[in-house]
């Protein structure tokens, strides 16, 4: 199957986890990770994203149950390959699956799946859940041999780790950036080559370091991602979820779909 690219602006998806991560501070029940996704949805998010963890320190498994049931657009339930997770995700039957990497000791997400060195695991993964009608994307990071595994094991999408690049942005490091966004787009150029739909996320945000908003000379990482024509959609939680607490949820969403939309508008 060939995908296309996102014509205006790749597809937002909004990770709820830090809602949950707040509500699990003080044990009870707010803030509720449902309502946010309820009003992301009103606002406009195009997914909503969350990721159940071994050790369950965000969502939860009712959480899972509840916006199975409630919410109407495509759920990206991100999992840990195991039997456990495969398990529940093939009873919640989610829209969307994205297999990441998870150790218990990570702040969160430090890295690429590794695909090429467990490729039967991930095939019958893969197999799993697209007869439980779930697309499949693997997060990974932008390295050839992974991205070829991917195809080779039947995942029709991946999604690429930009959390290296977005470390690079706040540190302001023009070297590094400009060469891990090199990597990053030949590695979605490669992706599409292989006929898989390609997705990126991972720590990037809105107003660059030094600035009160975006500018030309200054883009944010959302932006300079954004405007790569490959990029399918956008996974984004930590920062958008930052910048609601000054602007509301519902601004947020709106002001990084802007940033994309006009990011994806100025490379054309």
Known sequence: MIFAPAPDAPLLGVNI?????????????????????????????????FHLREDRRHIRDEDVIRLKQAIRAPLNFEAAV??????IIERTRPEHVCLVPERRQEVTTE???????????LREACAR???????????????????EAAAEVGAPCIELHTGAYANAWW??????MARLRARLHAGLQRGRALGLRTHAGHGLALW??????????AP?????????????E????????????????????????????QARAAAR
Do not use: W, Y
């Not at 890295?111 to 695991?121: F, S």
């Not at 540190?171 to 590094?176: G, L, V």
């Not at 910048?243 to 709106?254: D, E, N, P, T, Y």
């Open 17 to 49: 986890d830090h809602v949950a991560t707040l509500r699990n501070a003080r044990g009870g029940p707010f803030p509720d990770p449902l309502a946010a996704a309820l009003l992301a949805v009103e606002a406009g998010a195009d997914i909503i994203t």
């Open 82 to 87: 195991t039997d456990e997770m495969l398990d």
């Open 111 to 121: 890295g690429g799946l590794e695909v090429a060195g467990q490729k039967p695991r």
């Open 129 to 147: 859940l697209a007869a439980a009608g779930c697309r499949v994307s693997l997060f990974i990071d932008a390295d050839p041999a992974q991205i």
């Open 171 to 176: 540190a302001q490091d023009a070297a590094e």
């Open 208 to 217: 660059s370091p030094g600035t009160s908003r975006p500018t030309p000379e």
């Open 220 to 232: 944010s990482s959302t932006a300079v991602i954004a405007a790569l024509p490959e990029v399918a």
């Open 234 to 261: 956008l996974h984004i939680g930590h920062a958008l979820m930052g910048h609601a607490l000054f602007v509301g949820l519902a601004q947020a969403i709106r002001d990084f779909q802007a940033e994309a939309v």
